[in-house]
């Protein structure tokens, strides 16, 4: 197994073809820039044709089966993406992965397949498949980055980009953007537009372009809370109070989020789960959120609370008397419980 970060300096230094890569993680931002590196690198040794797959339930292994047996009839070489959001491929997908990794392939190997997935747990590190990619190919892993790892990557992206950013101000910049290494990416990205080259970014530059990204706390409470992180989302709650956020956009994210696990109860009998989520428009990257508050709670739970957040309509308008912020913590506790 190798780090995200090292194996992109790999792929930049070396050509080596892999039959099959398995990218997996918390960070998006470094699985989206290992799929690019990987895609760009065959790209630029003759693997043109490129099929993309969303792995769900009804996913056919035979028939990728069958596509893959034929490759070696057509001359153009190929790269096969498989997003597989949970890392369950399954029976026959595992039967599959171990085919193909069985396979003596040619070098360069006709077709690349790259596989992708969120956070795997050890267990799931342990299975054949993952094993069998291990044995022959690249598995990667893209770890969140945070605290002082996260400052000295803001300097080292904004030196990429040609500023130079003080430690002071990576740590600002680390807060503000709460810890999300795409939102710090965009951030940098944004002072290069507004700074020329070779410029010192100073604290105050960040304080003066870098807003204390309150959506972004917003993103945090949501991941708390479905998470289960009680503790830690009564804090994102209290801080964004104090920095006179409305309390109306808090309700919004809480009704928001409770109508979405009202839906996926609703839908997961009949559909499974990756469909669902597509459906209703949910990030692979929450989905495995969303995932862990209904292992804690069945529908009903999350019907009964829907009251709760009218109740607290009623006191933002006034029109019931209470404490609206005081409610917001208690239905945060309820949700994240």
Known sequence: MIMAPAYLKQLAQSATIQPITLVFGEEPLYIRRVVDAWRASLKAQGYLQRDRYEVDANFKWDDLKMETQAGTLFADLRLIELNIPKGTPGKEGTAFIQYWCALQHALPPEICILISCEKLDGRQLKTKWVQAIESVGMVVQSKPIEGVALQKWCQQRAQEIGLSLESEAAALLAER???????ADQEIEKLGLLFSQGAAILPQDIIDNVADQAHYQLFALSSAMLLGRTQYALQILQRLHQEGLEAPIVLWLLSKELRLLIAIDQRK?????????????????KQGEFQAAMTRHQ????????????EVDLM????????????????VFKIAC
């Open 177 to 183: 953007v709460e810890g999300n290494l795409l939102a």
């Open 269 to 285: 009998s009949q559909q499974s789960l990756p469909q669902v989520f597509k459906q209703l428009g949910i990030w692979s990257s």
């Open 299 to 310: 529908g009903d739970y999350w019907q009964q609370l829907l009251p709760k957040a009218l």
């Open 316 to 331: 933002v308008k006034g029109v019931r008397p209470g404490d609206e912020w005081q409610a917001l913590s208690e239905l």
